[in-house]
C-alpha cells in the first residue's frame, strides 16, 4: 500500500461547480498538510497548508483534514477555468519527514469546462 | 524578485550523451532537492541535498549524478546509464527540515527529451 493515494482524474467539472479533491494516507505520522497546483509545463506551485484537523479557507479554496480518517480534502467553489491544473498533495511528519522532506500524491488532473 | 530558476526549458539528449541540468535559487535556503515526473507516475525524488558538499539518493538515483558546491547551486546530471531518460525534471528548495513543513519551493522544470 502506497503511504499517499490520490485519484489521478481526470476530473471534469463544469465552470461554477464546487469541486472536491482527496487525498488518503496511511502513515499515522503525517501531521502537516498541504495543497499544490500545477499548470501545465509548470513547477508545482503552493496553494494551502494546514496543520489541525478542521478547516482552512482562503478565498475560493477550503483545506479539509480528518486525522482520524486519514483523510484530506481541497474544496474549490465557484471554479474557473483557469482552475484548470494537476493538483497534488504532500504531507510530512511533525520533524519535517526525515531527511528527504515531503511526500506527494501522484496529483488529480482537474479540468473545468466553460 | 526571489525564486528558483531551472534552464534550460528544453533539452535534447543524444544516446549516449551526458547532460547536466542547471538549478539555482536565491532564496537562501539550505535544502534542494531533483524530482521527476513522468505521465501517471506523480513526482520520484531523484536526489536530495540538506547542506553544502553532502547530498543523498532518493528513490531513483540509478543513472543520475549530483553536486552541491554552492549553497545556491545544485546541478543534476543525467548520465548515459539512465536508460530512460526522458521526462520532466524539477528542482526544488526549502528551509533546512523542519523547514519542509513549509512547503517546497519548485522551479518551472526542464524537460529532456531523448532523440
Redesign the interface.
Known amino acids: 500500500q502506497k503511504e499517499v493515494e490520490q485519484d489521478?482524474g481526470p476530473l471534469s467539472v463544469p465552470e461554477g461547480a464546487i469541486v472536491s479533491l482527496n487525498c488518503t494516507y496511511s502513515n499515522s505520522a503525517f501531521q502537516?498538510f498541504?495543497w499544490?497546483r500545477q499548470y501545465s509545463?509548470?513547477?508545482?506551485?503552493?496553494l494551502m497548508?494546514t496543520y489541525s484537523s478542521g478547516n482552512k479557507e482562503d478565498g475560493r479554496f477550503t483545506a479539509q483534514v480528518d486525522k482520524s480518517s486519514k483523510y484530506i480534502s481541497l474544496f474549490i467553489r465557484d471554479s474557473q477555468p483557469s482552475d484548470s491544473a494537476t493538483y497534488?498533495c504532500?504531507m510530512?511528519t511533525?520533524?519535517?519527514?526525515?531527511?528527504?522532506?515531503?511526500t506527494?500524491?501522484?496529483?488529480t488532473h482537474l479540468i473545468i469546462q466553460p | 524578485d526571489g525564486g528558483i530558476t531551472q534552464s534550460p526549458k528544453y533539452l535534447f539528449r543524444k544516446e549516449g550523451q551526458n547532460v547536466t541540468l542547471s538549478c539555482e535559487q536565491n532564496l537562501n535556503h539550505d535544502a534542494m532537492y531533483w524530482y521527476r515526473q513522468d505521465p501517471g507516475q506523480g513526482l520520484r525524488l531523484i536526489y536530495y541535498s540538506q547542506i553544502v558538499n553532502d547530498f543523498q539518493k532518493g528513490d531513483i538515483a540509478e543513472g543520475y549524478s549530483v553536486s552541491r558546491e554552492k549553497k545556491e547551486s545544485f546541478p543534476l546530471t543525467v548520465t548515459s546509464a539512465q536508460k530512460n531518460p526522458t521526462a520532466f525534471y524539477l528542482c526544488a528548495s526549502s528551509t533546512a527540515p523542519p523547514g519542509a513543513l513549509y512547503g517546497y519551493t519548485f522551479g518551472s522544470g526542464t524537460r529532456l527529451t531523448v532523440v
Open positions: 489521478p502537516y498541504m499544490y509545463r509548470k513547477g508545482p506551485e503552493l497548508y497534488l504532500a510530512t511533525y520533524s519535517g519527514g526525515g531527511a528527504d522532506g515531503l506527494f500524491g501522484k496529483g
